[in-house]
C-alpha cells in the first residue's frame, strides 16, 4: 500500500486547490505554496575495468542530459529540483545519500544505466533508511529493459518509470500529490498497484 506515501501529503494536501490542473502548465494553474523538492541523483558508476582506476579522470564528466531535461520540466510544474553528479563531483554512493538525507526532499528521481545500478541501490538503501517517507523513482535507459526486475530486486526502489520521462513522470507525481491510486498511471513499474 501506498500509506507510507499518502502519509506525509496529509497536512499539504488541502492547501493544493486544483489539484488536476498539476499537469497543466505553470501560468495556467496555481502553484502550490511550498514547491517540494525532487532530488534528480547521476550515480557512481562501475564502468572502470579492475586495474584502471587511473582512467577515471578522463571518463564522462558531462552532466546527464536526461536528468536536465527532467529538473527543468519539473521546475515548470511547482517543484524545486536539484541534481546530484555523483561521478563529476568525486562523490562516494555513502556520499550521495548523505547530501540527500540532508536535504529531505519529498522525491528522489535516480537515472539508471546498468553500469549504475548497484550505486543507485546502495543510495537508495540509504536514504530509505532515514527517510522513509521520500518516494525514491528510478528511470533511464536500464529500466526500459529492465524496469519489472530492478523493482523486485531493489526493494527500496519505490516506482520506475519507462521510456522518456519528461510528461510520463509527471503522471505518477499528480496522483501522488492528489492521493489518487497509482494503479491506473501508464508507463510505471509500481511496487504498491500489483504492477510488478
Ligand atoms: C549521449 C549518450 C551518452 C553520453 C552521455 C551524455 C550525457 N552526459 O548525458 C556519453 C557519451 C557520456 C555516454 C556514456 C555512457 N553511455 Co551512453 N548513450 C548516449 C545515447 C546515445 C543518448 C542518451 C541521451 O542523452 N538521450 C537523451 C536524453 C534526454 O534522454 P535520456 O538520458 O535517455 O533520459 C530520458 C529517459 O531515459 C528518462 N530518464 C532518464 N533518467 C531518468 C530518471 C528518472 C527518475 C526518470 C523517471 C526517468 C529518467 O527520461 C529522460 C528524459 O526523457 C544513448 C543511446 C540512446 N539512443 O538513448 C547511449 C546509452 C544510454 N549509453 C549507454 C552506455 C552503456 C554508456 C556507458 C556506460 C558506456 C561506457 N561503458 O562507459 C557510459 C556511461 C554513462 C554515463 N552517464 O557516464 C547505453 C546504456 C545501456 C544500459 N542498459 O545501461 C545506451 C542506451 C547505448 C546502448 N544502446 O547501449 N552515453
Not at 49 to 77: C, K, Q
Not at 80 to 90: A, G, H, K, T, Y
Not at 103 to 113: D, M, N, R, S
Not at 116 to 139: E, F, M, Q
Amino acid at each position: 500500500m501506498v500509506d507510507f506515501v499518502r502519509s506525509q501529503m496529509q497536512g499539504y494536501r488541502a492547501s493544493v486547490k486544483r489539484c488536476a490542473d498539476l499537469a497543466a502548465p505553470k501560468a495556467s494553474r496555481e502553484m502550490p505554496p511550498v514547491p517540494k523538492k525532487i532530488i534528480f541523483i547521476n550515480p557512481p558508476y562501475e564502468r572502470i575495468a579492475p586495474g584502471y582506476d587511473f582512467l577515471r579522470h578522463i571518463t564522462n564528466r558531462s552532466p546527464s542530459l536526461g536528468l536536465l531535461h527532467l529538473a527543468a520540466e519539473v521546475r515548470l510544474r511547482g517543484y524545486q529540483p536539484s541534481i546530484v553528479e555523483s561521478d563529476m563531483l568525486d562523490l562516494t554512493a555513502d556520499e550521495v545519500a548523505d547530501r540527500v538525507i540532508a536535504e529531505k526532499p519529498a522525491y528522489v528521481g535516480i537515472t539508471l544505466f546498468t553500469v549504475g545500478v548497484w550505486g543507485a541501490g546502495a543510495i537508495a538503501r540509504k536514504i530509505k533508511k532515514a527517510l522513509p517517507d521520500t518516494v525514491i523513482i528510478v528511470g533511464g535507459p536500464h529500466i526500459s529493459s529492465m524496469g519489472p526486475e530492478t523493482i523486485r530486486r531493489f526493494q527500496e526502489l519505490d516506482m520506475a518509470v519507462n521510456g522518456e520521462c519528461e510528461r510520463p513522470l509527471m503522471d505518477p507525481l499528480n496522483a501522488l500529490e492528489c492521493t489518487q491510486s497509482l494503479a491506473g498511471v501508464p508507463s510505471i513499474v509500481c511496487r504498491y498497484c500489483a504492477k510488478i
